[in-house]
Protein backbone atom coordinates (compact mmCIF):
# COMPACT_ATOMS: atom_id res chain seq x y z
CA UNK A 1 0.00 0.00 0.00
CA UNK A 2 1.13 3.75 -1.00
CA UNK A 3 -1.06 6.64 -0.52
CA UNK A 4 0.89 10.08 -1.62
CA UNK A 5 -0.68 13.46 -1.28
CA UNK A 6 0.58 16.17 -3.46
CA UNK A 7 -1.66 19.27 -4.95
CA UNK A 8 -2.15 21.03 -8.14
CA UNK A 9 1.02 22.83 -8.75
CA UNK A 10 1.91 26.71 -10.47
CA UNK A 11 5.29 27.68 -11.11
CA UNK A 12 4.54 31.15 -13.01
CA UNK A 13 5.47 29.64 -16.86
CA UNK A 14 8.41 27.76 -15.21
CA UNK A 15 7.60 24.27 -15.87
CA UNK A 16 11.02 22.47 -14.79
CA UNK A 17 10.48 24.11 -11.09
CA UNK A 18 7.11 22.19 -10.27
CA UNK A 19 8.64 19.47 -8.56
CA UNK A 20 10.69 22.00 -6.46
CA UNK A 21 7.40 24.17 -5.87
CA UNK A 22 6.05 20.85 -4.87
CA UNK A 23 8.51 19.85 -2.51
CA UNK A 24 9.00 23.12 -0.57
CA UNK A 25 4.99 23.02 0.26
CA UNK A 26 5.32 19.18 1.43
CA UNK A 27 3.78 17.48 -1.42
CA UNK A 28 5.20 14.03 -2.95
CA UNK A 29 3.31 13.95 -5.69
CA UNK A 30 1.70 17.02 -7.98
CA UNK A 31 -0.28 17.91 -11.62
CA UNK A 32 -0.33 20.51 -13.51
CA UNK A 33 -1.10 22.35 -16.75
CA UNK A 34 1.95 21.64 -19.39
CA UNK A 35 0.40 24.65 -21.43
CA UNK A 36 -2.71 27.69 -21.51
CA UNK A 37 -5.38 25.74 -19.87
CA UNK A 38 -7.60 28.68 -21.24
CA UNK A 39 -6.31 28.35 -25.09
CA UNK A 40 -3.94 30.04 -27.25
CA UNK A 41 -0.98 28.51 -29.44
CA UNK A 42 0.84 25.69 -27.44
CA UNK A 43 4.40 26.86 -26.94
CA UNK A 44 6.93 23.71 -27.96
CA UNK A 45 8.59 22.45 -24.68
CA UNK A 46 12.20 23.40 -24.62
CA UNK A 47 15.05 20.01 -24.85
CA UNK A 48 16.73 21.81 -21.35
CA UNK A 49 13.27 22.21 -19.98
CA UNK A 50 12.29 18.51 -20.43
CA UNK A 51 15.83 17.59 -19.12
CA UNK A 52 15.38 20.23 -16.04
CA UNK A 53 12.37 19.15 -15.07
CA UNK A 54 13.22 15.31 -15.08
CA UNK A 55 16.30 16.61 -13.11
CA UNK A 56 14.78 18.42 -10.53
CA UNK A 57 12.07 14.96 -10.02
CA UNK A 58 15.07 13.72 -9.14
CA UNK A 59 16.35 15.52 -6.55
CA UNK A 60 13.38 15.95 -5.27
CA UNK A 61 12.65 11.89 -5.16
CA UNK A 62 9.00 13.24 -6.62
CA UNK A 63 8.35 10.36 -9.05
CA UNK A 64 4.57 10.62 -9.96
CA UNK A 65 3.25 13.70 -11.85
CA UNK A 66 0.00 14.54 -13.99
CA UNK A 67 -0.81 16.64 -16.74
CA UNK A 68 -4.38 18.45 -16.84
CA UNK A 69 -6.26 19.06 -20.13
CA UNK A 70 -6.75 22.09 -20.77
CA UNK A 71 -10.33 24.09 -19.43
CA UNK A 72 -11.98 23.88 -23.60
CA UNK A 73 -12.44 20.08 -24.15
CA UNK A 74 -15.30 19.05 -25.32
CA UNK A 75 -15.65 15.52 -26.87
CA UNK A 76 -19.38 15.95 -27.26
CA UNK A 77 -19.13 19.46 -29.69
CA UNK A 78 -20.71 18.60 -33.11
CA UNK A 79 -18.65 21.81 -34.35
CA UNK A 80 -15.75 19.94 -35.81
CA UNK A 81 -13.33 22.48 -35.08
CA UNK A 82 -13.83 22.26 -31.19
CA UNK A 83 -14.16 18.16 -31.75
CA UNK A 84 -10.99 17.99 -33.14
CA UNK A 85 -9.12 20.10 -31.15
CA UNK A 86 -9.84 18.82 -28.46
CA UNK A 87 -8.66 15.60 -29.68
CA UNK A 88 -5.55 16.89 -30.63
CA UNK A 89 -5.51 18.76 -27.38
CA UNK A 90 -5.11 15.95 -25.33
CA UNK A 91 -2.76 14.29 -27.79
CA UNK A 92 -0.40 17.00 -27.34
CA UNK A 93 -0.97 16.73 -23.67
CA UNK A 94 -0.31 13.02 -24.12
CA UNK A 95 2.98 13.52 -25.75
CA UNK A 96 4.37 16.26 -23.03
CA UNK A 97 3.26 13.53 -20.51
CA UNK A 98 5.95 10.74 -22.34
CA UNK A 99 8.82 13.86 -23.06
CA UNK A 100 8.34 14.79 -19.07
CA UNK A 101 7.78 11.14 -17.76
CA UNK A 102 4.51 12.20 -16.24
CA UNK A 103 2.28 9.42 -15.40
CA UNK A 104 -1.34 10.22 -16.56
CA UNK A 105 -3.00 12.79 -18.18
CA UNK A 106 -6.26 14.07 -16.50
CA UNK A 107 -9.56 15.27 -18.66
CA UNK A 108 -12.98 16.07 -18.31
CA UNK A 109 -15.50 14.93 -21.07
CA UNK A 110 -17.44 18.55 -22.25
CA UNK A 111 -20.91 19.09 -22.51
CA UNK A 112 -23.74 17.73 -24.51
CA UNK A 113 -25.20 20.96 -25.20
CA UNK A 114 -24.70 20.80 -28.58
CA UNK A 115 -27.06 17.08 -28.10
CA UNK A 116 -30.16 19.15 -26.78
CA UNK A 117 -33.53 19.50 -27.98
CA UNK A 118 -36.81 20.26 -26.90
CA UNK A 119 -38.78 17.56 -28.41
CA UNK A 120 -39.50 14.08 -26.52
CA UNK A 121 -36.06 11.88 -26.61
CA UNK A 122 -37.55 8.50 -25.93
CA UNK A 123 -40.91 8.18 -28.13
CA UNK A 124 -39.28 4.73 -28.43
CA UNK A 125 -39.35 3.44 -24.74
CA UNK A 126 -36.26 4.92 -23.75
CA UNK A 127 -33.41 3.33 -25.64
CA UNK A 128 -30.39 4.70 -26.55
CA UNK A 129 -30.02 5.87 -30.21
CA UNK A 130 -27.05 5.43 -32.02
CA UNK A 131 -25.20 3.26 -29.66
CA UNK A 132 -25.29 -0.27 -29.14
CA UNK A 133 -26.86 -2.40 -26.22
CA UNK A 134 -24.53 -2.49 -23.07
CA UNK A 135 -25.26 -3.01 -19.74
CA UNK A 136 -25.48 0.67 -18.59
CA UNK A 137 -28.24 1.66 -21.60
CA UNK A 138 -30.37 2.68 -18.52
CA UNK A 139 -28.37 5.02 -17.10
CA UNK A 140 -27.54 6.41 -19.61
CA UNK A 141 -31.09 7.32 -20.74
CA UNK A 142 -32.04 8.84 -17.74
CA UNK A 143 -28.70 11.20 -17.73
CA UNK A 144 -29.84 12.25 -21.06
CA UNK A 145 -33.49 12.90 -20.04
CA UNK A 146 -32.61 14.39 -16.88
CA UNK A 147 -31.00 16.94 -19.11
CA UNK A 148 -32.93 17.14 -22.46
CA UNK A 149 -29.78 16.14 -24.53
CA UNK A 150 -29.74 12.93 -27.06
CA UNK A 151 -27.86 10.34 -26.02
CA UNK A 152 -26.32 10.35 -29.59
CA UNK A 153 -23.44 12.53 -27.30
CA UNK A 154 -22.49 9.62 -25.88
CA UNK A 155 -21.35 7.86 -28.88
CA UNK A 156 -19.74 10.98 -29.84
CA UNK A 157 -17.74 11.21 -26.78
CA UNK A 158 -16.63 7.50 -27.47
CA UNK A 159 -15.52 8.41 -31.37
CA UNK A 160 -12.96 11.47 -29.49
CA UNK A 161 -12.01 8.63 -27.23
CA UNK A 162 -10.82 6.44 -30.23
CA UNK A 163 -9.17 9.02 -32.29
CA UNK A 164 -7.24 9.87 -29.21
CA UNK A 165 -6.42 6.44 -29.15
CA UNK A 166 -5.42 5.94 -32.60
CA UNK A 167 -5.74 2.15 -32.22
CA UNK A 168 -3.04 2.00 -29.66
CA UNK A 169 -3.68 -0.26 -26.98
CA UNK A 170 -2.53 1.99 -23.96
CA UNK A 171 -2.96 5.34 -23.98
CA UNK A 172 -2.05 7.41 -20.43
CA UNK A 173 -5.52 9.36 -20.17
CA UNK A 174 -7.93 9.31 -17.09
CA UNK A 175 -11.42 10.31 -17.74
CA UNK A 176 -12.50 12.86 -14.21
CA UNK A 177 -15.81 12.73 -13.03
CA UNK A 178 -17.82 15.96 -13.09
CA UNK A 179 -20.16 18.01 -10.76
CA UNK A 180 -22.51 18.21 -13.93
CA UNK A 181 -24.17 21.36 -14.13
CA UNK A 182 -25.72 21.66 -17.19
CA UNK A 183 -24.87 19.50 -19.82
CA UNK A 184 -21.97 18.49 -18.53
CA UNK A 185 -21.03 14.71 -19.12
CA UNK A 186 -18.87 12.71 -16.84
CA UNK A 187 -21.45 12.53 -14.02
CA UNK A 188 -22.60 9.18 -13.09
CA UNK A 189 -20.27 6.27 -12.36
CA UNK A 190 -22.09 4.14 -15.24
CA UNK A 191 -21.21 7.14 -17.39
CA UNK A 192 -17.74 6.86 -16.95
CA UNK A 193 -17.65 3.02 -17.35
CA UNK A 194 -19.46 3.02 -20.60
CA UNK A 195 -16.54 5.61 -21.95
CA UNK A 196 -14.23 3.40 -20.81
CA UNK A 197 -15.52 0.04 -21.93
CA UNK A 198 -16.35 1.58 -25.58
CA UNK A 199 -12.79 2.73 -25.52
CA UNK A 200 -10.40 -0.16 -23.77
CA UNK A 201 -7.18 2.01 -24.52
CA UNK A 202 -8.34 4.86 -22.01
CA UNK A 203 -5.93 3.70 -18.91
CA UNK A 204 -8.69 4.68 -16.26
CA UNK A 205 -10.70 7.32 -14.10
CA UNK A 206 -9.90 9.82 -11.72
CA UNK A 207 -12.54 10.43 -8.46
CA UNK A 208 -12.59 13.71 -7.62
CA UNK A 209 -14.92 14.18 -4.26
CA UNK A 210 -15.86 17.78 -4.72
CA UNK A 211 -17.45 16.62 -8.20
CA UNK A 212 -18.48 13.62 -7.00
CA UNK A 213 -20.53 14.99 -3.84
CA UNK A 214 -21.64 17.91 -6.09
CA UNK A 215 -23.36 15.06 -8.60
CA UNK A 216 -25.07 13.29 -5.95
CA UNK A 217 -22.88 10.83 -4.46
CA UNK A 218 -23.00 11.22 -0.91
CA UNK A 219 -19.34 10.84 1.26
CA UNK A 220 -20.54 11.95 4.16
CA UNK A 221 -21.25 9.23 6.39
CA UNK A 222 -18.94 6.29 6.54
CA UNK A 223 -21.29 3.81 5.41
CA UNK A 224 -22.25 6.40 2.04
CA UNK A 225 -18.55 6.83 1.63
CA UNK A 226 -18.16 3.19 1.32
CA UNK A 227 -21.04 2.33 -0.43
CA UNK A 228 -19.74 4.50 -3.23
CA UNK A 229 -16.83 3.34 -3.38
CA UNK A 230 -17.79 -0.37 -3.14
CA UNK A 231 -19.74 1.19 -6.52
CA UNK A 232 -16.98 2.83 -8.21
CA UNK A 233 -14.88 -0.56 -7.75
CA UNK A 234 -17.75 -2.99 -8.80
CA UNK A 235 -18.93 -0.57 -11.92
CA UNK A 236 -15.44 0.91 -12.77
CA UNK A 237 -13.24 -1.72 -11.77
CA UNK A 238 -10.98 -1.01 -8.91
CA UNK A 239 -8.26 -1.57 -11.50
CA UNK A 240 -9.47 1.71 -13.04
CA UNK A 241 -9.18 4.24 -10.50
CA UNK A 242 -6.26 5.25 -10.86
CA UNK A 243 -5.54 9.11 -9.02
CA UNK A 244 -7.88 10.96 -6.58
CA UNK A 245 -8.71 14.68 -6.46
CA UNK A 246 -9.30 15.09 -2.83
CA UNK A 247 -11.21 18.45 -2.43
CA UNK A 248 -14.39 19.84 -0.15
CA UNK A 249 -17.02 21.11 -1.65
CA UNK A 250 -18.51 24.60 -1.39
CA UNK A 251 -21.61 23.23 -3.24
CA UNK A 252 -24.13 20.80 -1.20
CA UNK A 253 -24.54 17.13 -2.12
CA UNK A 254 -26.37 17.19 -5.51
CA UNK A 255 -25.93 20.69 -6.19
CA UNK A 256 -23.84 20.54 -9.02
CA UNK A 257 -21.97 23.34 -8.13
CA UNK A 258 -18.52 22.93 -9.09
CA UNK A 259 -16.45 24.73 -6.47
CA UNK A 260 -13.70 23.37 -4.25
CA UNK A 261 -13.00 24.12 -0.80
CA UNK A 262 -9.76 23.81 1.57
CA UNK A 263 -10.39 20.52 3.66
CA UNK A 264 -12.98 21.34 6.35
CA UNK A 265 -14.08 23.98 4.91
CA UNK A 266 -16.94 22.79 3.02
CA UNK A 267 -19.97 20.51 3.13
CA UNK A 268 -18.11 17.26 3.07
CA UNK A 269 -16.10 18.18 6.10
CA UNK A 270 -12.81 17.08 7.67
CA UNK A 271 -14.07 13.72 8.75
CA UNK A 272 -14.63 12.72 5.46
CA UNK A 273 -11.32 12.76 4.42
CA UNK A 274 -10.01 11.07 7.62
CA UNK A 275 -12.38 8.34 6.58
CA UNK A 276 -11.72 8.43 2.17
CA UNK A 277 -7.80 7.93 3.57
CA UNK A 278 -8.61 5.32 6.07
CA UNK A 279 -10.77 3.38 3.41
CA UNK A 280 -7.99 3.19 0.99
CA UNK A 281 -5.45 2.39 3.72
CA UNK A 282 -7.37 -0.70 4.42
CA UNK A 283 -8.24 -1.83 0.75
CA UNK A 284 -4.58 -1.62 0.02
CA UNK A 285 -4.90 0.91 -2.92
CA UNK A 286 -1.54 2.33 -4.60
CA UNK A 287 -2.93 5.47 -5.47
CA UNK A 288 -1.82 9.60 -5.20
CA UNK A 289 -4.27 12.06 -3.96
CA UNK A 290 -3.65 15.67 -5.45
CA UNK A 291 -5.29 18.45 -3.99
CA UNK A 292 -6.68 20.95 -5.74
CA UNK A 293 -7.65 23.78 -3.25
CA UNK A 294 -7.28 27.96 -3.74
CA UNK A 295 -4.94 28.94 -1.34
CA UNK A 296 -0.87 28.22 -0.53
CA UNK A 297 -1.58 28.43 3.32
CA UNK A 298 -4.89 26.79 3.09
CA UNK A 299 -2.88 23.67 0.68
CA UNK A 300 -0.42 23.58 3.57
CA UNK A 301 -2.92 22.93 6.30
CA UNK A 302 -4.72 20.61 3.92
CA UNK A 303 -1.63 18.43 3.25
CA UNK A 304 -0.77 18.50 6.85
CA UNK A 305 -4.04 16.94 7.83
CA UNK A 306 -4.21 14.24 4.74
CA UNK A 307 -0.64 12.64 6.43
CA UNK A 308 -1.86 12.72 10.21
CA UNK A 309 -4.79 10.81 8.29
CA UNK A 310 -1.96 8.62 6.73
CA UNK A 311 -0.24 7.94 9.87
Do not use: W
Not at 212 to 236: C, H, P
Amino acid sequence: MLIQFGFHASSGGHLERLPLVTKKLGGECFQFFSRNPYGGKMVPLGQKVIENFKENCRETGIKNSYIHAPYFINLASKNNRIFYGSVKAIQDDMKRAEMLGARYVVTHIGSAKDFQKEESLFSDGGNVPALAPNVHSEELSAVAQEKNFSPEAFARVVEGLKKIAEGRKNVPLLIEIAAGAGAILGVKLEEIAFYLESAPAVAGFCFDTAHAFASGYDLRKNEDLVDTFSKAESIVSKDKIKLVHVNDSKGNLGSRVDRHAHIGDGYLGEETFMRLVDYFKKKNYNIDMILETPTTEGLKNDLALLKQYRG
